[in-house]
């Protein structure tokens, strides 16, 4: 869609830079969105450029220092096998990151090709496939990841693979509905009417118009997936060591609770901001794509 | 007139939104006697509802209100809430459009009957359903002893109609507002409930404030009529002589647009439709608000804001160029 | 009302026959030899010879799912590494699972839905802010972390309270005791949901039309907003509660684990600790089958408050 001209001579204005123009406006009125952004950001660097970040590996362990205090050469301390707290802090935003967003990525490009063809052709097929979704939409994903971890091992994929298709039914119902929604406009009977086929439809026409929906839905996942991994890697069906996750962490502190609560306190305070700041930015994200909102 | 129930004065309201101040109603003055079956029409947003709805303060926080309505010696815009709260229901009742959202569809119909009798009458259970049940017959709903024990949705739109005008009149008020209280049913039960109003008003001599953007509506049962537009009073008159001597362009225009049925060669003509849309009510011009679509506007209508004056016996415009 | 339970009861009944198909698989999907992976992984030829008889494991794999569901249908879920009824070690971990659930969602319930009233109510005023928040900190903060600093702060620091393990229903006091932290816990994640789909709900409620009526009746705001948009939200949120039920069984392992109660949540994690796949599989049967089924009666309590759906 081009520029379009006002009847009475106003001014061209584009409806797409125009609407961006104004999504903008909204977000910087909502300072708390601005800051989970801002956050966020913040770990995603942090998780990229940990190999640069952190000073020393995830493995590395000094044994003469066991359970130090923060400070000196450990700003965060060390746990009881002498790792850095600090540097485990970061390659945890590293794996938590990576899960966080691979699991959201593995269960959008499942479920929304199932909910658009749900939504599009209805029929038997879309019964089916929402009853099924009905049931599934909170099907606790810790036990779906035992079964994984019993039949393939434990280890940070199958978490991975857990948490992604615990997340598919969420995303399903998303896609499904929002096709619903989305085959009944206009362009799609005239679409029709100029000989597109149904895949043209369905990609070309709907499923750019799903994409703000999708979207607040990822942001909002990917917390529940961080999360999930680090209860995950805290129930020992996660990260396995040497690698290092929020999770792991927050298990080894389990048995030092009484002698050095830091080491429950730093990773839990990391996973906590992470998570918030999605939160709090999908959120924000939600109401301003929001056709009701008025500010 | 006799002393009237209620007096309306200089009424405004104004809403207070993101994108600035609304001035949906503009010293509007109308009153009511007892009895009387007031009409008040006017296209969607003209701010008919708006100005019934601020009688009892009804609308939202957002909406400021100036002026006076006074009722029973009393300014209703600045009672205290409990009495007020003692006038709505009791003594000035509402029938709102919509029936099927304005019943609270998780309880029956006679609990929601029920529930205004024992607000404001003491009744006892009992004697609280005998007069839910005088009331359903008097809406005319067949069968009241099922419908008390049944919900909103198992319903018709003209029945539930039926029961809100029940719960209007359950403790035989002075004053029934219905707003648009035909819009949103078929035409065959629109008829039927206009009966009803004129019953309830032959009957019980309850006085209707009947708001509607169809003229039809009107001229079936109001005694006095007062077109709106754009949150101003327009024209007031009795009904049989706005119809048959209208003053204001812009009533001209609506009889205009009525269709009527084809009556031989003299009376065949095109509908006439009214150029031109309804101004913004954010800035209030200094002006009359029809200037821009009448098709007798000048200099003086485009600089200043006319004034009622009577034009004829009780008939009201505020109009430079009245006439029909 | 009938024909919506009914197709709900379809759904969750072909779900779970997937579901069981799919942990019946699961165990013969392990790479290598089946007998050895119900048999505790020993190699004794004699004992294999046992096993495969007594899993029909030479038999087609249908038959082998069918004898398998049939002895489930009849309570009988095999012996796992132990010897021990797998049905019987479920059975008595099972109630105090049961009961930690219990008093979460009475502690979620008691808390999160006056807050989520009170939100809206007083919407865009303090107090709807702070509510607000402090539901959004408790959506992010993770369960098992809340537990933990629970620990650290009620049980090391100031030992008010155990830290962890189980007692009976014989002492009932001990019982709580021992409960309430776990519980609080486990509700936090809960109450913040609630509350906001309350808030939501109630929101949506107080500008209906109804609500309009309400007043126009003359009725009081208390029983405008407390009969009138209450009860309307409340059949909503009943729809919620039955999604945080996952979770809720989710949370019910962890929380399990870090507070070391030997409930059903923390068998399952142990089950697969031990590689005992016998366990394993009856675990999660029951693990599904007690979603379902708890899925279908929250549909049972929303179709009996509905009055649309119960009368249609």
């Known amino acids: ?295 | 007139m006799a002393d009237p129930l209620l007096e309306v004065s200089d009424l405004s309201v104004r809403f207070d939104t993101d994108d600035g101040l609304v001035h949906a109603v503009d010293k509007m003055s109308f009153s009511l006697a007892p009895g009387e079956v007031l009409g008040i029409v006017g296209e969607s947003g003209c701010g008919k509802s708006v100005t019934c709805m601020s009688l009892t303060r009804l609308l939202p926080e957002t909406a400021t209100v100036t002026g006076s309505a006074v009722f029973g010696g009393r300014d209703l815009l600045t009672l205290a809430p409990r009495s007020l709260r003692r006038v709505r229901g009791r003594e000035i009742s509402y029938v709102f459009q919509e029936p099927m959202t304005s019943l609270n569809p998780v309880f029956t119909v006679g609990h929601q009957i029920d529930e205004v009798l024992r607000r404001h009458l003491d009744l006892s259970r009992r004697a609280a359903r005998a007069r839910a049940l005088e009331l359903l017959r008097l809406v005319r709903i067949p069968a009241p002893e099922r419908r008390l024990d049944e919900y909103p949705h198992q319903l018709s739109g003209g029945m539930r109609q039926r029961v809100m005008i029940a719960i209007a009149l359950a403790c035989d008020p002075k004053v029934l507002i219905a707003d648009e209280p035909t819009t949103a049913l078929d035409v065959t039960i629109q008829a039927g409930i206009l009966d009803l109003m004129r019953d309830i008003r032959d009957r019980l001599g309850t006085a209707i404030v009947l708001i509607t953007h169809n003229l039809g509506v009107v001229a079936d049962v109001a005694d006095r009529v007062v077109v709106m537009y754009a949150g101003r009073k327009a024209e007031e008159a009795p009904v049989d002589d706005l119809f048959a001597h209208p003053q204001h362009p812009y009533t001209i225009g609506l009889l205009g647009a009525i269709p009527r049925p084809y009556e031989g060669e003299d009376t065949r003509r095109r509908l006439q439709e009214i150029p031109g849309r309804v101004p913004s009510l954010r800035e209030l011009p200094n002006a009359c608000a029809f200037a821009d679509r009448c098709p007798r506007a000048d200099e003086l209508t485009r600089s200043e804001i006319p004034q009622l004056r009577e034009v004829r016996p009780k008939h009201w415009v505020a109009c430079f160029h009245p006439g029909s | 009302m009938g024909g919506f339970l009914i197709r709900r009861a379809g759904a969750a009944l072909v779900v779970l026959v997937i579901a069981s198909m799919l942990v019946f698989l699961g165990v013969r999907a392990i790479p290598g030899d089946p007998a050895i992976a119900l048999g505790a992984e020993s190699r004794d030829p004699a004992l294999l010879a046992q096993i495969r008889h007594k899993y029909l494991l030479d038999r087609p794999v249908p038959v082998q799912y069918g004898h398998w569901i049939w002895l489930a249908l009849h309570g009988d879920l095999g012996v796992d590494q132990r010897e021990l009824s797998v049905s019987h070690t479920i059975v008595s971990r099972l109630p105090i699972t049961l009961e930690l659930a219990a008093l979460s969602m009475l502690l979620a319930t008691l808390v999160g839905i006056p807050a989520g009233v009170i939100a809206a109510v007083r919407r865009g005023k303090p107090s709807d802010h702070a509510t607000t928040g402090v539901a959004l900190v408790g959506l992010s903060v993770p369960h098992f972390w809340l537990g933990l600093l629970a620990i650290i702060w009620f049980a090391v620091d100031l030992h008010w309270l155990p830290a962890g393990g189980y007692v009976g229903w014989a002492h009932p006091l001990d019982n709580l005791e021992h409960m309430i932290m776990p519980a609080l816990v486990l509700s936090a994640g809960f109450s913040a949901v609630l509350m906001r789909q309350m808030r939501s709900s109630m929101l949506t409620s107080l500008e209906a039309d109804y609500v309009r009526t309400a007043r126009a009746k003359g009725l009081s705001e208390w029983r405008v907003v407390g009969h009138h948009a209450l009860r309307n939200s409340l059949i909503t949120v009943t729809t919620v509660m039955g999604l945080q039920l996952g979770a809720l069984i989710s949370g019910a392992v962890v929380t399990e684990t870090v507070f070391q109660i030997a409930g059903f949540g923390r068998l399952t994690i142990e089950a697969v600790n031990q590689r005992d796949y016998t366990l394993i599989q009856g675990v999660v049967l029951v693990a599904a089958v007690g979603y379902v089924v708890a899925n279908l009666l929250v549909d049972v309590v929303y179709s009996l408050l509905n009055p649309r759906i119960r009368i249609s």
């Open chain 1, 1 to 295: 869609m081009s520029a379009v001209a006002d009847p009475h001579g106003a001014p061209i204005v584009d409806p797409r830079a125009r609407r961006r123009r104004l999504l903008r406006k909204r977000f910087l009125r909502r300072p708390v969105a601005v800051a989970g952004l801002v956050v966020v950001l913040g770990f995603v660097v942090v998780a990229v450029f940990a190999p640069w970040i952190a000073p020393h590996t995830s493995g590395f362990t000094d044994f003469d220092h066991t359970l130090a205090k923060p400070g000196g050469r450990y700003p965060l301390g060390t746990d009881e096998l002498g790792h850095d707290e600090l540097s485990r802090v970061i390659w945890g935003a590293r794996s938590s990151m990576q899960v966080g967003v691979l699991a959201t990525l593995l269960a959008m490009a499942i479920a929304v090709p199932i909910g658009m063809v749900a939504g599009y052709y209805r029929g038997w097929i879309d019964t089916v496939i929402a009853r099924a979704t009905d049931v599934l939409l909170s099907f606790p994903f810790v036990i779906l990841a035992v079964g994984l971890a019993a039949i393939l091992g434990p280890s940070l994929t199958n978490a991975t693979l857990a948490l992604g298709i615990g997340s598919i039914p969420a995303f399903i119902r998303i896609a499904r509905g929002e096709t619903l929604a989305l085959r009944e406009e206009d362009y799609v009977p005239a679409a029709i009417a100029n000989g597109a086929t149904d895949r043209t439809i369905i990609f070309r026409h709907i499923l750019p118009n799903m994409t703000s929906t999708l979207l607040v839905q990822a942001t909002l996942t990917i917390p529940g997936a961080i999360v999930g991994e680090a209860v995950l890697s805290f129930l020992g069906l996660g990260v396995q060591p040497p690698q290092t996750s929020w999770g792991v962490m927050l298990q080894t502190a389990q048995d030092y609770l009484s002698q050095a609560p830091r080491l429950a306190i730093f990773p839990g305070v990391a996973l906590v901001l992470a998570v918030l700041a999605f939160n709090v930015f999908g959120d924000g994200l939600r109401d301003i794509l929001d056709p009701r909102t008025t500010r």
